[in-house]
């Protein structure tokens, strides 16, 4: 219990506010995904340059609405390219940004669920079917790109229009997290990356989803700095590009994209 309730505070503090932060300490707006993998590169920056950054991670959506509206980030890693390209059509930008990650999804199950997650759903219909499936837990397909990721891997796999009243949706991917992991619902479909950390794996089972389950919603992660971005968030944008940086994404769960893309 005491593990449980330690990993719901981390989560839980996802989307504190990183404002009126000293100018040499940039505000980084992150992708809930991305939320063990960029906390360890950012502690890695610190050690290796003696620079820091102040992390914020919520849905990719939610940020965008804030950078329009003049919240003072400096960098933004965002779960769905096309965030960036609103934000890059706007000014906003220094360009249309890196492609850095492909996320992936996972049904995933607590301890003592009586479901039992397999990559194809069959036991997921069948709990459907046969009452066992009471809750489920996904982001908000409204601003979060994973909700809309698992909302077009359900439909691929025939099974939204049963499950949609008995949606838990997280604020994020973290939260809708939190929910699936805690007993809150009796699964989710939530991202890899935060199912892979042993705070979260220890908590219960998981299957990979078949990526092309959502290929309408490819989660196709893109950075990009903001225009005014000072010296210390264009060297962590840097930083993320680097072998080890990307080796860390992978090991995370992130597919890692051709260096050429664009």
């Not at 390209?85 to 890196?98: E, K, M, N, Q, S």
């Not at 009586?114 to 009452?131: F, H, N, Q």
Request: glycine share 8%.
């Amino acid at each position: 219990m005491a593990r449980m309730l330690r990993l719901l505070l981390r989560l839980a503090l996802l989307c504190l506010p990183a404002f009126a932060q000293a100018a040499d300490v940039p505000a980084i707006a992150a992708a809930a995904d991305l939320k063990f993998a960029l906390t360890d590169l950012a502690q890695r920056f610190e050690k290796d340059t003696g620079r820091r950054v102040r992390l914020s991670f919520g849905s990719s959506g939610n940020f965008t609405q804030q950078i329009e509206q003049g919240a003072p980030f400096e960098l933004f890693l965002s779960a769905d390219e096309q965030f960036v390209f609103r934000l890059a059509d706007r000014g906003l930008t220094t360009d249309r940004g890196v492609l850095y990650a492909i996320g992936r999804l996972v049904l995933f199950a607590p301890a003592g669920s009586a479901l039992r997650p397999d990559e194809d759903m069959k036991d997921l219909r069948a709990a459907l079917a046969d009452g066992r499936l009471r809750r489920f837990a996904i982001a908000n397909p409204a601003h979060a790109p994973y909700g809309r990721a698992a909302r077009a891997a359900l439909r691929h796999a025939g099974l939204w229009d049963d499950i949609e009243p008995r949606l838990v949706l997280g604020e994020n991917a973290a939260q809708a997290t939190q929910f699936a992991a805690s007993g809150a619902s009796q699964g989710g479909i939530v991202p890899l990356s935060l199912s892979k950390a042993p705070e979260v794996a220890s908590l219960g089972t998981f299957a990979l989803i078949p990526a092309q389950w959502h290929a309408d919603e490819p989660l196709r992660q893109r950075m990009v700095l903001m225009r005014g971005a000072g010296a210390t968030a264009r060297a962590f944008h840097d930083y993320l590009q680097q072998p080890a940086a990307r080796a860390q994404l992978a090991r995370s769960g992130f597919t890692l994209p051709d260096e050429r893309s664009h």
